[in-house]
């Protein structure tokens, strides 16, 4: 399948697994390059840019595909050392970076200097217009549905990829809700060039979590998320379960004088318990809405392989069949 993201990115479905803290790592990445999509290490999930640098060697051990790396700049109080990461991004070769959290345009320069393409995550027409002004080359258009931070707006896909559509110029991939073939056809149908997945490519043999963690997403239904962190205005899709609920249980008690102090115990250092230990009760995870139609825990080959296989008999059959043939 020929898109402006594949013509984009070099590769050959318009499959992106996105940048997910604590799974993305180089056996993940390079397993989705391999299948024809575009793999993301997780830049941060690395401590320092010395151990980013030694991940992109190991991922160039096991893909000669592109791929690519996720940086997410965050607001803190002692902020990564994000110049370190772009030299090791640029030092390692790398062609093609996810941009997500805060605006990316300082940082712009030195990626292009170096012809790295770069794709922003953005949860609004507004912050994707504004991306494409700096000069972003692409855009993953994050709905309401999905898992992690979608913003403070909750725009779901179905209005917010149509209205990007209208708005932009540069190409955009759907993020948010995306689990299979029918969820391709209809991002294209409804503007996108393709699909970015986080919480589908974590219900992979290759993703690097505990088994629980992929057995709680095959047992989920789409009811089972929660947001959390609203009243901070830092809104998280997470799976629930018991540390998440006593996280809502805080924010109803203490309401707007909440501070991220008050539940540092449900979300600080969460994500090692749960990826690693397959501690499922801790605390908070990011997990999409899409959980309910995720049943099974294929390979990744197998995953994309049967996307495509979807997305073609559909095109092809079910939906040129409802076409009346021309008089």
């Keep these: 399948m020929k898109t402006r993201i594949t013509e984009l990115f070099g590769i050959e479905h318009p499959i992106i697994q996105g940048g997910m803290h604590h799974v993305g790592l180089a056996e993940l990445a390079a397993a989705v390059s391999n299948a024809g999509g575009l793999g993301i290490i997780t830049g941060l999930t690395q401590r320092t840019p010395e151990l980013l640098a030694a991940e992109i060697a190991r991922c160039r051990t096991m893909t000669d595909k592109p791929f690519g790396v996720n940086l997410t ?47 922003h995550k953005c949860t609004s027409v507004r912050h994707a217009l504004k991306a494409q002004a700096i000069g972003c080359d692409a855009i993953s258009v994050d709905g309401f ?125 969460i994500y090692p318990r749960i990826m690693q230990q397959g501690d499922m009760q801790a605390g908070a995870w990011s997990c999409g809405m899409v959980a309910g139609l995720i049943d099974d825990v294929p390979t990744v080959q197998q995953l994309i392989d049967s996307i495509m296989d979807q997305a073609q008999a559909l095109i092809s059959a079910r939906l040129a069949g409802m076409l009346h043939p021309s008089a």
């Design 73 to 119: 700049f965050l607001p803190s109080v002692n902020p990564p050392d994000y110049p370190g990461y772009v030299q090791a991004i640029i030092d390692g070769g790398v062609k093609i970076v996810e941009t997500a959290g805060n605006n990316p345009q300082k940082w712009l320069p030195a990626l292009k200097a170096a012809g790295i393409k770069v794709i």
């Design 145 to 269: 549905e999905c898992g992690g931070h979608p913003g403070e707006d909750d725009v779901p896909n179905f209005i917010l990829l149509p209205r990007a559509a209208q708005a932009l110029k540069i190409p955009f991939v759907a993020s948010g809700g995306m689990a299979d073939g029918r969820s391709l056809v209809a991002a294209l149908a409804l503007g996108a060039e393709g699909i970015n997945m986080g919480t589908r490519f974590i219900a992979t043999q290759e993703a690097p979590v505990h088994d629980n963690v992929k057995q709680a997403i095959v047992a989920a239904s789409e009811l089972d998320t929660r947001l959390v962190m609203r009243p901070l205005r830092n809104t998280e899709r997470v799976l629930t379960n018991a540390g998440v609920e006593r996280l809502l249980a805080k924010e109803r008690e203490l309401g707007a004088a909440i501070t991220f102090a008050d539940i540092a115990p449900e979300v600080a250092g």
